[in-house]
Every structure is written in C-alpha cells, then in structure tokens.
C-alpha cells in the first residue's frame, strides 16, 4: 500500500519561499503521476500542478504559475514543490496525491488519485 508524507510546510513572510516534499513508502513512485493540491480555510480543494511518471510533463493552474515548480526524484521516491514568491493568498494546506499512469499525459483535471498524504500546512503572513 503506497503511502505518501508530505513535509516543508511552514510559517513565511510574504514573497518568501519554501520547498515542499512527497515522500512515499511501501511502494515505488515510478509509474504514479503525482498532483499537488491545497485546500484553505473555508475554500474547496484546488489542484495546483501535476507532474508525470517521468517529470518529462508538468502542469500549473494559473494562480500559480510562473512562482511554483513541480519536480521528482524517482530515486529518491519523492515529488516536490517548489514555492517562490509566496503570497497571503496560497495560504493552506497541502497536499500530494499519487495517480497510476505511466504515461506523459498530466492533465490537471480529470483524474481520481487514489493516494493521498495527510498534508502539510503553509501559512504566508507578516
């Protein structure tokens, strides 16, 4: 059973970053598409990004673009997601979750994720 751990969350300043990692045990990562997600206070879930088997595809909801970077180390079994230029607005919390499909399609939307990690909280404020 494919268990993922999400880990870097914090406390940061506005246009501060931080690094989130996915890390996953009992199973290998490399046939999964792994999806960031975040969830904020009163809000639905959104997907932010997705990045495929191989990291070869990657995928951005607008709000995010440009100041987020989705990538994978398959050695290492972990997904990561690098935030830059933070913003009181992305204050939430994460989530990865890990989808089957060893193929380069990501799309952000459309598919079920089957695992998921408990999530990590980041909060961006003075």
């Known amino acids: 059973q494919l268990q993922l751990v999400e880990s870097g969350g914090g406390l940061v300043q506005p246009g501060g970053s931080l690094r989130l990692s996915c890390a996953a045990s009992?199973?290998?990562?490399?046939?999964?598409?792994i999806g960031w997600f975040r969830q904020a206070p009163g809000k639905e879930r959104e997907v932010i990004s997705c990045i495929s088997y191989s990291g070869f595809s990657t995928n951005y909801t607008n709000s995010v673009k440009g100041r987020f970077t989705v990538s994978r180390d398959n050695a290492k079994n972990t997904a990561y997601l690098q935030m830059n230029s933070l913003k009181p607005e992305d204050t939430a919390v994460y989530y990865c979750?890990?989808?089957?499909?060893?193929?380069?399609?990501?799309?952000?939307?459309?598919?079920?994720?089957?695992?998921w990690g408990q999530g990590t909280q980041v909060t961006v404020s003075t």
């Open positions: 009992g199973g290998t990562l490399d046939d999964f598409a």
């Open positions: 979750a890990a989808e089957f499909r060893p193929g380069e399609n990501c799309p952000l939307f459309g598919w079920p994720y089957y695992y």
